[in-house]
């Protein structure tokens, strides 16, 4: 017998002991290969392992995109000798009507640049030239040239891959959308012409097996779509009579989220997915909307992380949720999926909110669902019966559209596989995009961090990215919007940092000026756009008791106390995710960015930012690119008296007894005896000593003086055992802040709404 028909009967005997006796075999490596390409194993080589393909980016593998182990140790689909990288297309281009396509190609690939020109007495919308993108989808608009001539609704065009049914356009008359070949339509395959002259819906799109959304589509897209649900629920800032008031809207918003962690997705997916939740949740916070939230994971079971009705009833809170959500875990899941069982959930949960609270409330509760799944359910049955009732209940029972606003229910389709039949009659709502296609290693926690960081929050104090993605000066703003360099010219020249508090303040040192000093002098630099940088100083303001020669006689030969300053600008800051202010103690913008209730105090805000013997904080040094942060620990409660002793070893100073010269309004960081910290530097001076709160920056203190000139170059410098840095602390000079900052017999600015 020759070694190849001997193999063949092994593998016989085998794959007979495999398929008849249940014993477990792995698959077998060889028989996967990909020309042009790699591939990567979810579980090795065990049953429900899938060998998932992967190709440069602009191609694609074919004939298959993954296997599956299954028990019997075969791959399915069977693996093709012939497996390979393809170069992506897009979708044909020359369904356009009324005009010409150039050039005119059998197959459009990745990089190929395609124009549209129309026919004479046709007018163009859309874009004139289009490329194929690596993701498989045509850069732009859909080109469309038509004759207007009076119909309600504009010539919707036929998206690339499509044809369309239809051509009255007048109203309620219809289009219908089909995709060519072996394309899936995504969008809805139906648009009606309304009154307005506006067709129902988005334009669908014919997509590839292969085709996906890219994170940033994503981000813009889902980005959109709900700041839409959120900014209608937020309280809005209106201006009356020059004066800025707060108008809270009716409405409660319901979140639920669904998460598929069913063996078809792979197994660190449900980590991830975890994190992106947590980081959905966050970027939600930000928008100063309290919606209540269901979150659950499912595969054949559910495995909860809190109920809806723990909201309803006040027994949770957000960040507790967010806690718990972080340290979630499943050890022993079950196979199968049951899609169905996650819906009911929700349904029963609608329905009992609608039991408890009376129809008239009920009708201002909004619901948002969001399911990520690959849609390859298994057990339960179709979900679709149980989201018809969802929507009969959110609709309460009125089926004329009027209430479409009031459900969304969005898919983030993701997975090796994706069964988009399955998936998309899930969606519902009423503007925007509601089913992204993701593939299976998008980045989700980036993707929802992107979010959020246009207009509608622009305003919001302390708002920051908490990494840095490229390294740059960009990415240094994005983390530290507030940052501001304060130059004071003079005799001898002052370099000071500040931050921006508002619009139109920056906060800084007092002794970063000298007596003498007029706005002209003074320089602040904060680069709200590429190449705008430097910023006009209509007039600054020192704290009235700050007095460096104060306690001379006492023995302090240079007096800090109320070493702070205001420096109002000529024109306000513009706000974007480069530049916007930080929190400031004492004001309802921090209670809100610390999730506190709009009663809380004062007090509250205080023991919550600083309520440790060692607490940790951070200011900034000038550095390359922009600055560094450094990181101290200000010594509180009882740790306090021994931090502020070593001033007495500072130059200048005489007496002996620390309180003169370091006062109740200092906060003390520096030393070796807890951690290894920075010192702070000249040129520090006058900058935020801050605290994160989630993706909130509050600034706690403001850089004054130190016991020892460690370093009169800057950069990020270790404390020495002696070595002391005081800061002003920001909830002692609230006064001063709200005199300024607070002000509201005045047009000049927006005043800041202070906490009594
Ligand atoms: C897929 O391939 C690209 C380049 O061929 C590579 O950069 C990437 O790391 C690969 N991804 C995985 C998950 O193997
Ligand atoms: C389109 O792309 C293919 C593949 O890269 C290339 O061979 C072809 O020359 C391109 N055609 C045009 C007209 O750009
Ligand atoms: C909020 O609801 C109350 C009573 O339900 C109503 O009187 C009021 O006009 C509503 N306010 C807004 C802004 O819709
Ligand atoms: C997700 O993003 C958050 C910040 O939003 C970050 O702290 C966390 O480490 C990220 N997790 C992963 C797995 O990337």
Known sequence: MDTSVLCSWIFAILFHLCMVHQVQCDCLEDDLQIKGGSYFLTKQLKKGS????????????????????????????????????????????????????????????????????????????????????PNGKWSGLTPICSRDSGNTCADPGIPAGASRAGNILYVNDKVKYTCNEDLILVGPSERVCQENGQWTGREPACYYKYTYDTA????????????????????????????????????????????????????????????????????????????????????????????????????????????????????DK??????????????????????????????????VIILFSDGAYNMGGSPLPTVAKIKRLAYMDLTDGSRDEYLDIYVFAIGTDIFDDDLQPLVAGKDGQHYFRLEYDTNLNETFDEIIDESEVIGLCGLHKDYETTGDKVSKRKRYPWLAFVIVQGASPKRCLGSLVAPKFVLTAAHCFQFGDLPEHVTVEIEDRPGSIVKKVKTFTLHKDYDISARVSKGVKEFYDFDIALIQLEDAVEMSALARPICIPCTQETNDALRLTRASTCEQQEQLLLKNQYERLGFLTRADPLVQKKDVFAKLKEMRPMCINKALKADGITTDDPTVAVTDNFLCTGGLDYRREHIACTGDSGGAVFKNYKLRTIQVGLVSWGTKQLCSAGGVVESSEDSRDFHINLFRMVPFLKSILGKDDQDDYAPLKFLN
């Open 50 to 133: 899938i060998a998932v393909f992967n190709c440069s980016d602009g191609y694609y593998p074919y004939p298959h995109l993954r296997h599956v182990c299954q028990p019997s140790g075969k791959w399915d689909p069977e693996p093709s000798t012939r497996q390979t990288c393809n170069l992506v297309q897009c979708p044909d281009p020359t369904v356009f009507e009324n005009g010409i396509v150039t050039p005119y190609l059998q197959r459009y690939f990745v990089a190929n640049v395609t124009t549209y020109e129309c026919y004479s007495g046709y007018t163009r919308r859309g874009s004139y030239s289009r490329t194929c993108l």
């Open 334 to 367: 079950n196979t199968g999926t049951d899609l169905n069982a996650a819906f009911k959930i929700f349904e029963e949960r609608m329905a009992f909110i609608k039991q408890n609270v009376e129809d008239e409330k009920f009708k201002e509760h909004r619901h």
């Open 216 to 331: 940033v589509e994503v981000s813009e897209a889902f980005g959109s779509a709900i700041k839409g649900t959120l900014t209608t629920l937020q309280p809005i800032d209106d201006t009356q009579d020059g004066r800025k008031i707060r108008i809270s809207k009716n409405g409660t918003l319901n979140i639920y989220i669904a998460v598929d962690i069913s063996e078809s997705i792979e197994e660190d997916y449900f980590e991830r997915a975890r994190d992106a939740v947590v980081t959905l949740i966050e970027k939600i916070a930000s928008f100063s909307v309290t919606p209540n939230y269901d979150i659950l994971f499912f595969s054949s079971e559910i495995y909860q992380v809190v109920s809806i009705l723990d909201f309803h009833d006040g027994k949770v809170v957000l960040n507790s949720v967010i806690e718990d959500l972080k340290n979630f875990k499943i050890d």
